[in-house]
């Protein structure tokens, strides 16, 4: 037992954490401005891997990590502009094209990287250049917090910068205002004037922007190389973590922190030697579990109002 | 008065030609004029296609052929409500446009946000904004209020400042007293015809022959897609519009005999009922319908009629109270249970409670039944059966389709709506609750619908109605409950003599009755 | 005028379709001609490749069968309005159901078969009904869960395989080998009876949809379930037991997969059925007996990008690009709308002259 708490609460773990919650922010946050515009898009996961191979394809072509960044930034806005088009002018139903997307990036990066490696299962062939790692001088030398800003990828300190331009974009800007009239009733929005297209392209601009930098994450920060079907459900995880915050900003993220410490946790369990196989759906098993209980105290809420008329 | 002089019409509409993609052609060749500073009204039977035209004038819909001229000049680019508020074009939807989760500054500055240092939302200035120009108006809004608990008074008067502040010359308004209660009506008049003092044009449209006489100069009327004449209203009758209108003389009156109540059939004792965010919805709701008996519950929309339905019909489950059916107390029953019982439910939003759009007519006509004998075995249905019964009642009540296979949402609203009462009349049912059983139906399927009510009453079966339509109610019922913030607050066991004026006054809560008058025992 | 606006949608449907197809087939012969450096070798292997060999063509068939199975269970789950993709593990799941009764119990030849393949649809059974419940009972979105509850499937799966079924006496986590009384037999090549199995799965799944009472249920609570409650139908039951179902065939496609298809267990991740099944109900246009047809299809794209990968420099993954055009395009509402607006406008003037006449 104390074995496992040690590991728990091991820098280590803190570390761990923060790296998976890096991902899950950057997804969470693009399915943050998703929803809020009113238009949720499962090809999230697909945005986040295919971004991912073309951040290690723009990196090793020009051997810049900045290079490989903007080329993921750039598809990441590609990808889910295409999605906007599909889903608003030719009125495909948005799961299925979420759907579509995925399978695209899934099989899609897999061909790509088969073209350009010979080989379908990993970019080690084609070494590319990674984001550099930062430590927070001052701060890094606090006892015990000084854990949370040691040796991070430059990806994690931007992706603080994301949450709160997202904040900030939603609540506080005549373009969030905007996203948020779109999204609770766009006949309202387009009533007044407001071209409901346009707000939700530049939403989905945002958000495929944002996604973009995960993927490269992915592949320049957490990892540095890319395997086929690397994201393993974080895209969907992103989602949940979403839905759970409520689709705000601070929820969202809070929610992430949660998803990302269960990650971890099985990781703790791997070194317990409980069973592979388990701990592989742990992180899974929890998002489920937590989509359960929030479900489940909004349902007994809404009961007990019934209950005490 | 040059300016004036440049153009007559401030706006023409020539030769507008609309077809929708199920093929039914809304409008034909309408031609449709205003002139400066005058209220004219647009008026049709549902579904003549007034709002289709207004939707194209304000760009929500495409124009398949014909020519717009705003102020003498030809305009062919109003392709969304942006284009069209920036020509001066704003229009108040008869299902408000509003967002209810934000404020009331919020909604009014939506799209014209003022920003503070180039980036953010100024929402001091908006509030700022908001009472301007509810001041220069002179309409009384709250700018910080949520939209969702405003009434339903505050939230046109909004949708009104929202036209006003983008600088609208012509003002749409899509039937505005529908929701509104009488007093509320009055205020609204008040305030259009002050507007037109101010120099802005209306267009006013509605059905309503009285308000059209009362408040508008010039009445364009439209039947079947085509304008069938404009008239200054002062040198036309009411009797012509409605003439021009339907193409014969409405049929105000539902045949209707005396009625000879019988048993009761359903009881409601001591109902209460809270909702789930807390707030008191029914209080103490007490009452009889007895069988051969149409009991009418009058009420402007919102004072627990909804919830009430719900209830009766076991939708909602209640705690203190009871609700009676045949002798049965339906607390604990399910809906299958209450309907066997025999309750038959026409709901007030058929699309979202009254059929599976996506299903066939014949599948939607069986869903209270498809479980029943000769309807199904232990898990087959019978398509026979099916067929016959559906293909029987499409022609007892002359529902227009090309074969019960047809899914259902590719009829008009009118059809939709008789497959509805088709299923809940056919049912054999001894309680019949019927919630705004007419509401956006043609006259023809509402002079159908009603008289098929009366039929149900000979027959002996006990109707509840619930209308916000004053005249039906007081057509159809033979008694009537007033219902008034989730109380009954007036009760007349005969209502053949009683007034819409007098039931004007209990519905907004002037009048109330006491206990011993409102009490069922006699 | 109902009947004719009625050949108009079928016309327009029917073109929609084949347009899809030949959309996607152009983007995936460009494809070939911009990446492989024998082009025309790969284009013959893929389009022609199928229908070289017998064993070739046979693996239309096997192909075909997989995705078939999924594609009803997807169907099922769409017709009670749920976008479930347990589908894809439920597969998993009943090919571990399957594999327990194949290789730790020994009956008579068939009656083994038939009892491995309940044992798969039972287990697929189970993985519907989690995310059906949290959506009916809570109000959960089935996708996210559905999706989550993939990943869970195929670790527990594993955790089976690896505990109870695994073959000890080779080093790939592999099961024991099936024992030939429970392995479904061939028709011909590599095609095998599975593929029966899944044409009367799909002859079941229509008379079930439109000719039972559940089916009529599911039907009416997935168009408007609230409308359904209204009409006293138990809401929660049905789309409950309608994943249930779904997933139960997609457990017994598992369960026919590896029978038919494998001599042992030896899936190591997901199988990507799943999804395809939602690919095949789309293109199907939610019919199941067109499924038939739509499975075939894919079967062969398949057997073709399978050759293609063999024998040339093209990757086989090819195929997802031509799924994904498929699937948005068929599910696409605005494409061809114009046409079927242009065609209802003429039919509807057409009436108008004769009904004036």
């Known amino acids: 037992m104390n074995l496992i708490l040690d590991t728990l609460f091991s820098a280590n773990t803190v570390s761990a954490t923060i790296r998976v919650l890096t991902l899950l922010t950057y997804g969470s946050m693009a399915a943050v ?4 515009s009113g238009v949720n898009n499962i090809g999230l996961e697909g945005i986040l891997l295919s971004s991912a191979l073309i951040a290690v394809i723009g990196s090793w072509a020009a051997q810049s990590w900045v290079v490989g960044m903007l080329c993921a930034v750039v598809w990441g806005i590609a990808i889910s502009l295409i999605f906007g088009y599909l889903v608003m002018e030719l009125k495909t139903n948005n799961i299925l094209c979420g759907l579509a997307i995925n399978m695209f990036a899934s099989g899609g990066t897999v061909f790509l990287l088969s073209v350009l490696t010979g080989q379908k299962g990993s970019s080690i062939s084609i070494p590319h250049q990674v984001a550099p790692r930062f430590t927070i001088p001052l701060l890094s030398d606090i006892p015990v917090l000084g854990v949370l800003f040691t040796d991070y990828s430059f990806f994690t300190y931007l992706s603080l910068f994301v949450i709160l331009f997202v904040y900030i974009m939603i609540k506080k800007t005549p373009l969030g205002l905007k996203i948020r009239a779109v999204g609770l009733n766009p006949n309202s929005a387009s009533s007044v004037g407001i071209g409901v297209h346009k707000v939700r392209y530049t939403a989905f601009a945002i958000s495929g922007a944002i996604a973009g930098l995960g993927g490269a994450y992915l592949t320049m920060g957490y990892f540095s190389s890319f395997t086929r079907d690397m994201t393993a459900g974080i895209g969907f995880m992103s989602i949940a973590a979403c839905n759970m915050g409520g689709a705000t900003t601070v929820g969202a993220f809070l929610s992430s922190i949660l998803f990302a410490f269960a990650n971890v946790f099985s990781n703790v369990m791997q070194s317990l030697q409980m069973s592979v196989d388990l701990i592989n759906g742990f992180p899974y098993f929890i998002t489920i579990i937590t989509l359960f209980v929030i479900g489940f105290i909004n349902y007994q809420r809404k009961k007990k109002w019934e209950l005490k008329k | 008065m040059t300016e004036e002089n440049a153009y007559e019409n401030i706006l023409e509409m020539r030769n507008i030609t609309k077809i929708y993609p199920n093929g039914f052609m809304a409008n034909k060749n309408i031609n449709f004029s205003v002139r400066k500073g005058e209220i004219h009204a647009l008026s049709g039977e549902n579904g003549a296609g007034k709002t289709t035209l207004m939707k194209m004038l304000f760009g929500l819909e495409k124009i398949d052929q014909g020519e717009v001229y705003i102020k003498g000049e030809k305009v062919d680019n109003i392709n969304s409500p942006m284009d069209a508020i920036k020509h001066g074009i704003g229009m108040v939807h008869q299902h408000f446009m509003l967002v209810d989760k934000l404020t009331v500054a919020e909604n009014i500055v939506l799209g014209i946000e003022p920003r503070k240092f180039g980036v953010f939302t100024d929402l001091k200035k908006a509030v700022k904004m908001t009472q301007e120009v509810a001041q220069k108006y002179n309409l009384n809004i709250d700018p910080y209020e949520k939209v969702g608990n405003l009434s339903v008074g505050s939230k046109q008067k909004l949708e009104i400042l929202k036209a006003l502040i983008r600088g609208v010359e012509i003002l749409v308004l899509d039937e505005p007293t529908a929701v509104l209660t009488p007093q509320e009506t009055d205020e609204l008049f008040k305030e259009l015809i002050e507007f037109k003092k101010q120099g802005h044009t209306i267009i006013f449209i509605s059905h309503k022959l009285r308000e059209v006489k009362e408040l508008c100069d010039r009445i364009t009327i439209i039947r079947a897609g085509q304008v069938m004449g404009v008239y200054n209203v002062d040198e036309v009758s009411e009797q012509d519009i409605s003439r021009l209108m339907v193409g014969r003389d409405v049929i105000l009156k539902t045949e209707k005999g005396p009625a000879h109540p019988k048993d009761v059939v359903l009881e409601v004792d001591s109902l209460n009922y809270t909702n789930s965010e807390g707030v008191k919805i029914l209080n103490g709701i007490n009452f009889e319908l007895r069988a051969g008996q149409i009991m009418g519950i009058a009420g402007v929309e919102g004072n627990g009629q909804s919830e009430l339905i719900e209830i009766i019909t076991g939708v909602t489950k209640y705690n203190y109270g009871k ?8 607390k604990n029953k399910s809906i299958r249970q209450i309907r066997d019982l025999g309750m038959s439910h026409i709901p007030q939003d058929r699309m979202k409670r009254g059929i599976a759009a996506n299903c066939s007519i014949a599948d939607n006509i069986v869903s209270d039944r498809y479980q029943k004998k000769g309807f199904s075995g232990k898990f087959f249905i019978h398509p026979q059966k099916i067929a016959e019964v559906s293909d029987k009642l499409i022609q007892d009540f002359k529902i227009f389709c090309s074969s019960a296979l047809q899914p259902i949402g590719s009829l008009s ?18 309680v019949i609750v019927a919630d705004q059983p007419t509401r956006g139906v043609d006259v023809g399927a509402t002079e159908f619908i009603r008289a098929e009510l009366v039929s149900m009453r000979d027959a002996g079966a006990g109707v509840l109605l619930i209308s916000a339509d004053l005249n039906e109610i007081l057509e159809l019922s033979d008694s009537i409950i007033v219902m008034f913030e989730g109380e009954i607050v007036a009760y007349f066991p005969d209502s053949s003599t009683l007034t819409e004026e007098e039931l004007g006054l209990y519905m907004l809560g002037l009048k109330k009755m006491n206990a011993e008058q409102v009490s069922f025992q006699v | 005028m109902g009947d004719k606006l009625r050949k108009v949608n079928l016309l327009v449907d029917l073109t929609k379709v084949l347009l899809t197809i030949f959309i996607s087939l152009v983007c995936v012969t460009l494809l070939i001609l911009l990446v492989s450096k024998d082009p025309m070798k790969a284009i013959s292997a893929f389009y022609l490749g199928p229908f ?3 064993r070739r063509f046979s693996q239309i068939f096997q192909l075909a069968t997989p995705i078939m199975f999924t594609g009803l269970a997807v ?7 749920l976008f479930n993709m347990g589908s894809e593990g439920a597969f998993f799941f009943g090919g571990i159901g399957a594999t327990c009764i194949a290789v730790n119990m020994s009956m008579a030849p068939g009656i083994h078969t038939i009892a491995a393949l309940l044992a798969a649809a039972v287990f697929g059974g189970l993985v519907g009904i989690i995310p059906a419940f949290l959506r009916a009972k809570y109000d959960i979105n089935e996708l996210v869960v559905s999706i989550m509850m ?9 955790f089976i395989l690896n505990y109870y079924l695994r073959d000890m006496s080779v080093s790939a986590r592999i099961s024991k080998p099936f024992p030939e009384s429970a ?3 061939r028709i011909f090549g590599t095609a095998h009876f599975g593929f029966v199995i899944a044409v009367v799965v799909a002859i079941f799944v229509y008379v079930f949809l439109y000719r039972s009472k559940l089916g009529y249920e599911i039907r009416i609570s997935g168009s408007n379930g609230l409308f359904a409650s209204y009409s006293g139908i138990k809401t929660l039951k049905v789309i409950v037991l309608s994943q249930v179902i779904g997933c139960a065939i997609a457990g017994l496609g598992g369960g026919v997969e590896v029978l038919g298809s494998y001599k042992a267990f030896s899936w190591e991740g997901a199988t990507g059925y799943g999804f395809d099944g939602m690919v095949v109900a789309i293109i199907a246009r939610q019919n199941p007996l067109f499924a038939i047809l739509a499975a075939l299809f894919m079967g062969y794209l398949r057997a073709g990008a399978d050759i293609m990968n063999r024998t040339s420099d093209v990757a086989l993954e090819v195929i997802s690009v031509v799924q994904a055009i498929m699937i948005v395009l068929v599910a696409a509402e605005a494409f061809l709308s114009k046409w079927r607006h242009k065609l209802t406008v ?6 108008k002259e004769a009904s004036a006449s």
Do not use: C, D, F
């Open chain 3, 150 to 158: 993939n990943y869970v499937m195929i670790s527990i799966s594993m």
């Open chain 2, 413 to 430: 609203g009118g059809n939709i709506q008789k497959v509805v009462v088709a299923r809940e009349l056919s049912s054999n049912p001894s």
């Open chain 3, 52 to 54: 070289t060999t017998l």
């Open chain 3, 346 to 351: 003429k039919k509807a003037g057409i009436t």
């Open chain 2, 323 to 330: 609700v009676i059916l045949h002798n049965q107390e339906i």
């Open chain 1, 33 to 36: 401005i998703n929803v809020t």
């Open chain 3, 183 to 185: 392995v479904i037999p």
């Open chain 3, 75 to 81: 169907t099922i789950m769409l017709k009670a309005g």
